[in-house]
């Protein structure tokens, strides 16, 4: 009887401490969205036009990504290509997976999940940023700074 008490106390902060799934941008109003997103952007797109690869109920809320775009500031780095001693894949700046491609010209692009729909792809090491099946160099039908594989975005780390 204890162990099953302590067993369900277990779960249930475990449970607890895990926040729910992002309610997907289908279910959000444009406002909601804008509101959540602020200067990322909402993300919108047609369900239609998505590649047959893609989730629609597991695209991200907010087109850009988070650790800066092509058009802010960057103090951490100069907007160029990542330098050809760096890595293939890192954790970089803001705890975010990137990983270079393109060949050997050093862009680079921040991971996402959902084949670069979804998420972004959060990390505390370089270990855990080792590209995935379903990972993909952010995407988005709109405008997205942050999005694909470029020399654009500031470097990763």
Known sequence: MQFTTALLLALQATFALTSPAPAPAADLSTAQLEAECGSLHANTYN???L???VDPARIRHCVEHPSGTAT????LGKRDCVPG???QYGCGRGGYC???????GGSWCWQAVNNGWGDWIKCTANSQCAPK???G???SEGDCNA??????GGLPF
């Open 147 to 152: 999005c694909g594989c470029s020399c654009t």
């Open 133 to 135: 099946s379903g990972w």
């Open 85 to 87: 001693s760096a890595a």
């Open 98 to 104: 990137w990983r270079r491609c393109g060949g050997s």
């Open 72 to 75: 802010e500031e960057n103090t």
């Open 51 to 53: 590649p047959s690869d």
């Open 47 to 49: 369900e239609t036009a």
């Open 137 to 139: 160099c952010g995407q």
